[in-house]
Nanobody
């Protein structure tokens, strides 16, 4: 059973910071990429940030310069450091991973359960 477990959401004031973590566990052979998406009430889910196996990253324009995605390959964990948070960053944040699972080897895309981030004074 392969799964993603997220942590780190919560309530923060505008201008504050939060760090989200997402750990992948199970029979993982390799991870192609991991990323964070978010979904605000009444809106579609959108990509926030992505990091591929070689370390290249991609960010939504709305978070460039404020959010940083990083990855600990030894721990199969991805982080999202969020600084200068704004009320419009309020959303449920979902971790996503595209990986190769072992025995039998196959490609799999999985999602975390989501963690709520609320930016409000």
């Amino acid at each position: 059973q392969v799964q993603l477990v997220e942590s780190g959401g919560g309530l923060v004031q505008p201008g504050g910071s939060l760090r989200l973590s997402c750990a992948a566990s199970g029979s993982i052979f390799s991870i192609n990429f991991m990323g964070w998406y978010r979904q605000a009430p009444g809106k579609e889910r959108e990509l926030v940030a992505l990091i591929i196996s070689g370390g290249n990253t991609n960010y939504a324009d709305s978070v460039k310069g404020r959010f940083t995605i990083s990855r600990d390959n030894a721990k199969n964990t991805v982080y999202l450091q969020m600084n200068s948070l704004k009320p419009e960053d309020t959303a449920v944040y979902y971790c996503n991973a595209d990986l190769i699972v072992a025995a039998p080897y196959r490609n799999l895309e999985i999602w975390g359960q989501g963690t709520l981030v609320t930016v409000s004074s």
